[in-house]
């Protein structure tokens, strides 16, 4: 034979397979990616990886992509083109409503086992006010109003409503689980 | 605490059970933990060559008890479940000892001893089989990632719920609700004298205090009780009176 | 011109721009996108959105891209090519982590199966009691809770999640292969 067979551990890759890489790599970081971090976890020159960000850059402009690679904060991203900021917000603005945030679903637990609860009782068991949580659960209408409660200021009560059954697949609030349900559970661990 | 859409990863506990025989009588367990009696059964069956349709009902068990033995020697916490399969297995075995002549019957229409463990056996296989199917599925799904987060999900600090996040959610408020008490409890207590000294020098430094605010910093009914009557005895000896800026509008503590 | 040109009020998109925008929502969605989702962002049809993605998701395979759209979960996701795997788990610094055992992972087939499965259900096949188990796959949100079968003790029902489509890498339950296929295994014991 006439070459000189190399003992490399990694086997050497085309520029399309290093440009299929970068892709990858851009896709799955949180944070734009230098030029150097690719060149590191890929084992090539920085030069080698310039040339390949920067054609696979060129490849989404080409083919009109709905997505961009840009240069942004010194590394490079995947993005959306803004021409499509338009439906973007609007698909964002539209996602499932039936997702809570902590402070809102904690609320709306205390709620569902305590009801009817009041402001001061939800006080007393979460140690947080929750005046913004429950204006969200009553605009999610996964509760209700239950009318006053005879004591000291009349402070409203709150229930859960037939939206919540609905919306957590309960036929009544006895199919609410119970701690004794899962203390078996929670005790075998 | 927000969840970030995460990609979870899984690495199954793989490790398969296994038997080592040292000598006739003696034998080890090596590693892993059958997942049940059913499991421990179709490994001793296998280990012994056996068919599954006829086995060997007085030789597995004897196996079966053998293992039951060595792991109350390993003082390893035996489930019920496996005791309650031992006692089944003797049933078993003494059923079978039984003279068949004695019912005067054809031999194909008595029903087999084991036949109902058999077909238990039977369908653990099967489910068995299916549990490394998506042990194989989830190990190719692996090597699938996710995208990165971007700036949408940050403004996204919304949670997935089910009613058992409902119960998680409200078993940890009733966690940490006790935990707070105790907290209380731990406290010194204070007195009338102590909270106007603090009231006092408080209201030197700042000149004024928002009664909901300072309310709310109080740690507990004991220390809110006394707050208010020295705010009480404040105002009575004109230290500080009492403001309210608008109708309904928060109270203000102001040094006289 | 032979056409009648009709009067909507929204401009009329041609393939490729559908095509487009379908990339960036897919791009954004954190979870697998429904054709439906995607066709009422768009305000297309679906048989539209449907050919669109399929479209897209051939693209990306014919340019030997790094990333990957496939079908999951009854949605459409985008996601890195298996080839890949070591250079992404090189530079993501994960090793697989969160351990299933044989029991958990033998409850999972059993409520995949049989959904929905009670607990008494789970034992008659396990032979075991399996608490620990269905708590451990609850907390990884594979299985979910479906409510209570009416008969004695009302017991609660699980049947598997979104999630566990999602991790397993299915379109939908009716991609496990059936329970007959083991049986045969199973005689060969």
């Known amino acids: 034979m006439e070459a000189v067979v190399e003992t490399e551990e990694k086997q050497s890759r085309g520029i399309g397979e290093i440009i299929s890489i970068v892709e990858a790599l851009i896709f799955v970081a949180d944070e734009p990616l230098t030029v150097k971090t690719l060149a590191e976890v890929l084992e090539e020159d920085k030069e080698t990886v310039q040339a390949a960000v920067e054609e696979l850059a060129q490849e989404y402009e080409q083919r009109e992509s709905g997505l961009q690679i ?22 964002l603005k539209t996602r499932p409503s ?7 679903l904690e609320t709306l637990a205390v709620i569902a086992y305590k009801q009817p ?54 036929k009544d609030l006895s199919e609410l689980p119970s701690i004794e349900d899962f203390e078996d559970l929670a005790g075998g661990v | 605490m927000e969840q970030p859409a995460e990609q979870l990863t899984f690495d199954f506990d793989r490790v398969q059970p296994h038997i080592v025989y040292e000598s006739r009588d003696d034998i080890k367990l090596t590693l ?9 059964l179709l490994f001793l069956i296998k280990q012994e060559q056996a068919n599954i349709f006829d086995i060997p009902i007085a030789r597995i068990t004897d196996e079966y008890l053998k293992y039951i033995r060595l792991m109350k020697t390993l003082d390893i916490s035996l489930a019920a479940d496996f005791l309650v399969m031992a006692a089944t297995l003797i049933e078993i075995k003494s059923k079978m000892l039984l003279p068949r002549e004695i019912t005067g019957e054809p031999e ?11 077909d238990r056996l039977l369908e653990h296989q099967k489910f068995k089989n299916a549990a490394e199917m998506l042990y194989e599925r989830c190990a190719v799904e692996q090597a699938v990632f996710r995208r990165g987060r971007i700036e949408s999900d940050e403004n996204n600090t919304e949670t997935n719920a089910s009613v058992f996040d409902l119960l998680t959610v409200f078993q940890k408020i009733l966690a940490r609700h006790k935990e707070e008490i105790q907290m209380e409890i ?16 408080r209201i030197f430094q700042v000149k004024e205090i928002n009664l909901l605010e ?42 006289v």
């Open chain 1, 117 to 170: 609860a009041t402001v001061p009782e939800i006080l007393e068991i979460r140690g947080v006010q929750s005046a913004s949580a429950i204006k969200t659960l009553l605009d999610k209408k996964l509760i209700v109003a239950r009318g006053r409660k005879e004591t000291v200021g009349r402070p409203m009560q709150y229930g859960t409503s037939k939206d919540f059954l609905i919306q957590f697949g309960l």
């Open chain 2, 214 to 255: 300072l309310f709310q910093m109080m740690g507990s009914r004991q220390e809110l009780v006394l707050a208010f009557i020295a705010i009480l005895e404040l105002v009575r000896t004109d230290d500080v009176k009492l403001l309210q800026r608008k109708t309904f509008g928060d109270i203000i503590l102001k040094k």
């Open chain 1, 70 to 91: 840009r240069e942004i904060a010194g590394g490079w991203q995947l993005a959306t083109r803004t021409e499509f900021h338009e439906e973007v917000r609007k698909f």
């Open chain 2, 108 to 118: 194909e229409e008595l029903e087999d001893p084991r036949r109902e463990l058999i």
């Open chain 2, 186 to 201: 731990e406290r010194e207590e204070m007195s009338l004298a102590e909270m106007l000294k603090r009231l006092k020098t």
């Open chain 1, 98 to 104: 039936a997702k809570l945030s902590l402070a809102a």
């Open chain 2, 32 to 40: 892993g933990a059958f997942s049940g009696p059913l499991d421990l």
